[in-house]
């Protein structure tokens, strides 16, 4: 994982003379198309051959109808945007959180890169994206990757300005290990799948909870290694941040530490999945709560601990990520437009 | 604990509108697993109430939402920010390929120990180079810069010594390492330091100098344009969010909030570093603090308030590390008034200062500096044979 300026990016996407698959998804968020708007333009100037992708997440049950019409404001500016860049976006609707398929998401990936011309690369806009989504996607563009159906994977990620405080959450989700796709409960239950023991790496994030509701479900025998993002661009929002997750950051039980940039954390991640202890009848969960392209490393992390445990034979043994499932928004989440921070996955 | 503390301290409406329960909450747990070197007395709740107990009534309420404010940073912490120092380095001398750490040197201000600390986590940034050890070990520091200009200096110097200034006027980039930039000056004053021996280079061949401070704030910055060759590196940034003393403070949700701790600090500042107090002959027998006396009167000939209000050159942060509170925060915080006068309030300071740090200005910079300033013509020609 490699940050790039946006005159690095524009510069490397313009150096390798692929066309390139521009994946983004409006929602109620002003800073969920502030990507697509800024860059667009930029690729069209340079004569980049580049589709846009425009996923419209829909859900069934709970429509929440003020928030659906922000979702079609911020879906106005983009077409606008994109129109003035003369880019006839291709709109998908996915169906989530009920109804939503993997299964169908990866195709509709898979097809659309195969459209937008001979092995191309792919720009992820994840400012928007629910965390589930960004597995799937990950998942797959590691696939086509692996195919040579796909060149490079850029993400781009505007931040938030600041988040309106409280939250108010509609429901408050439960902890899921994702791909395994059960309760944490079940996984580190007695009567569960395994688990005697558990190694964790919790990565809090801003609403402090979720953290703490990981760690107490753990079985006695666990070792919990903390990582606290502190944004060095926002330090006063990374201190409300830590006060959120007190219980977690001082419990002596607990290693703690913390990361200034997602770099480093991407580097502590893979040095925690190559060190840690492999053996049997163990969970190894990685949460991340923080920073959303995290998620992506969170992957990465979880994949080498696989591969450890295949290589040791270590019986019964589990990794995976742990998301809070179910949780609903009845507020827009974020407020502003923060800073647009690109990265390319190398 | 009196009526009136209680009955602050019970203030639920207080509490809430400022987080002040979650705030000293998170500062006391922060603080139990990593304590303040110089801590005396209980945990922080217990040396804010004992401290509370100690201010006029009216000024309780700006003194608890102040100390709710504090912005403490562990060593664990500022550690973790020479890596990304580490990594900004890297970024930056890859970019003009430079290699590191051959073709760089690394300067500390005030903390030597530092430099290791940042060639082990450079290690991990891929700063693959091979390190000129002996260089590095003998100049850590702008001060040794000097003294070796000055050994240069010498009627017959010594040939190696020659050669060590000529392999560091060789390097490509000077890097200058500084715990913290809070206002700027020291930096300030050990880059212009940097930049005189610099002018000593073969034209064409001047190395770039850079800045990096583990914390560095907007003022520091602002005091640092034009220093060296580029946008000083920080660890941590501090905004003026963070000082007391700047319409952008946003330590406070209410503004009512800032106001009463401005109108705090101001009390504090006026009673224990006012003028008409500072001529009076205030430090009885066995006082524990360091006379801060030249500091103040420094401050203020700078320009700075009378009453040190926000502590040095105005600054009002409110940032305290655990090796040590910072001069530039505000003086409540780390200055003792115990064994003061019995008609003031006797107390220790939530977080008292240890000064034992000596200053380079103190310790014959100057006065090198001075010499190596002077004796550019003859330097040159030791170096390189013309002037």
């Not at chain 1, 092995?119 to 965390?131: E, F, G, K, Y």
């Not at chain 1, 070792?223 to 959120?244: E, G, W």
């Not at chain 2, 009167?297 to 050159?313: C, M, P, Q, V």
Request: aromatic share 8%.
């Amino acid at each position: 994982m490699k940050e790039l300026r946006q005159s690095e990016f524009i510069s490397s996407v313009g150096t390798r003379k692929r066309p390139l698959l521009f994946l983004v998804a409006p929602n109620y968020e002003p800073r969920s198309v502030e990507a697509p708007i800024r860059l667009a333009p930029e690729l069209s100037q340079l004569g980049v051959q580049f589709a846009v992708g425009v996923l419209q997440l829909q859900a069934q049950a709970e429509r929440v109808e003020p928030l659906e019409d922000l979702k079609n404001l911020g879906k106005t500016l983009l077409l606008q945007s994109l129109h003035e860049c003369q880019v006839e976006p291709i709109m998908e609707t996915v169906q989530y959180p009920d109804g939503y398929s993997p299964v169908g998401f990866q195709r509709f990936i898979t097809e659309l890169a195969e459209s937008t011309g001979p092995n191309p690369d792919i720009l992820l806009d994840i400012s928007a994206l629910p965390r589930r989504i960004l597995v799937t996607a990950f998942r797959t563009v590691r696939d086509l990757q692996v195919k040579g159906a796909l060149g490079c994977l850029y993400v781009a990620y505007t931040w938030a300005e600041d988040y309106p405080s409280p939250t108010q959450p509609f429901e408050v989700g439960t902890l899921k290990a994702v791909e395994l796709d059960c309760l944490l409960s079940d996984l580190v239950s007695e009567k569960g799948k395994v688990c005697k023991e558990c190694w964790a790496l919790v990565l809090p994030g801003r609403q402090g909870f979720d953290g703490r509701q990981l760690v107490d479900q753990l079985p006695p025998t666990r070792h919990v290694q903390v990582l606290a993002f502190l944004n060095r661009n926002k330090l006063l929002r990374s201190l409300d941040m830590l006060r959120a997750n007190v219980s977690i950051l001082v419990d002596r039980a607990f290693s703690v530490g913390y990361y200034l940039t997602l770099r480093e954390a991407h580097s502590k991640l893979l040095n925690w999945a190559a060190t840690v202890p492999v053996q049997r009848d163990t969970a190894y969960l990685v949460a991340p709560f923080g920073p959303k392209p995290l998620i992506f490393c969170a992957i990465e992390a979880v994949d080498m601990v696989r591969e450890r445990i295949i290589e040791q034979r270590a019986e019964n043994s589990r990794a995976d990520m742990v998301q809070l499932s179910g949780h609903h928004y009845v507020s827009t989440y974020s407020e502003g437009i923060g800073d647009l921070s690109l990265f390319v996955w190398e | 604990m009196g009526d009136e503390l209680n009955h602050m301290i019970s203030d639920v409406k207080f509490y809430n509108s400022e987080d002040i329960v979650a705030r000293i909450h998170f500062l006391t747990k922060l603080e139990e697993a990593a304590p303040y070197h110089h801590r005396s007395g209980g945990n922080y709740w217990t040396r804010i109430q004992e401290s509370l107990a100690s201010f006029p009534p009216e000024h309780r309420y700006g003194a608890l939402a102040l100390f709710g404010s504090v912005v403490y940073l562990p060593d664990m912490l500022l550690d973790e920010t020479v890596s990304t120092l580490a990594a900004d380095i890297g970024d930056i001398c890859s970019a003009s390929n430079i290699s590191l750490p051959g073709e760089a040197h690394v300067f500390a201000v005030d903390h030597p120990g530092l430099l290791d600390l940042l060639y082990d986590r450079g290690e991990k940034h891929g700063w693959t180079g091979r390190l000129d050890q002996s260089l590095q070990r003998n100049i850590r520091t702008v001060q040794d810069m000097l003294r070796l200009a000055g050994a240069v200096l010498a009627p017959k110097p010594d040939e190696a010594r020659v050669q060590e200034l000529r392999d560091l006027l060789h390097k490509r980039m000077w890097v200058l390492l500084t715990d913290k930039a809070l206002s700027g000056g020291s930096v300030k004053s050990d880059a212009t330091r940097l930049d005189a021996i610099r002018e000593l280079s073969c034209a064409g061949s001047r190395p770039a100098v850079l800045v990096a401070a583990q914390v560095l704030t907007v003022r520091a910055l602002e005091e640092l344009k034009g220093v060296g060759s580029g946008e000083p590196l920080g660890g941590l940034l501090f905004d003026s969010q963070f000082s007391i003393n700047s319409e952008d403070c946003g330590l406070f949700r209410n503004s009512s909030t800032l106001e009463a701790v401005r109108r705090f600090c101001d009390w504090f500042g006026t009673k224990f570093f006012g003028i008409e107090f500072f001529g009076r002959p205030w430090l009885p027998k066995g006082a524990r603090r360091s006379d801060f006396r030249p500091t103040v009167e420094r401050h203020r000939s700078l320009g700075g308030l009378a009453n040190f209000a926000y502590g040095w050159r105005d600054c009002g942060f409110t940032i305290v590390c655990e090796d040590n509170a910072p001069t530039n925060s505000v003086p409540v915080l780390w200055y003792p008034t115990v064994g003061m006068k019995p008609d003031l309030f006797l107390r220790e300071a939530v977080f008292p200062r240890n000064d034992s740090r000596p200053r380079q200005a103190a310790s014959g910079a100057t006065t090198l500096e001075t010499r190596v300033a002077r004796g550019g013509t003859r330097l040159r020609r030791t170096l390189w044979g013309s002037s």
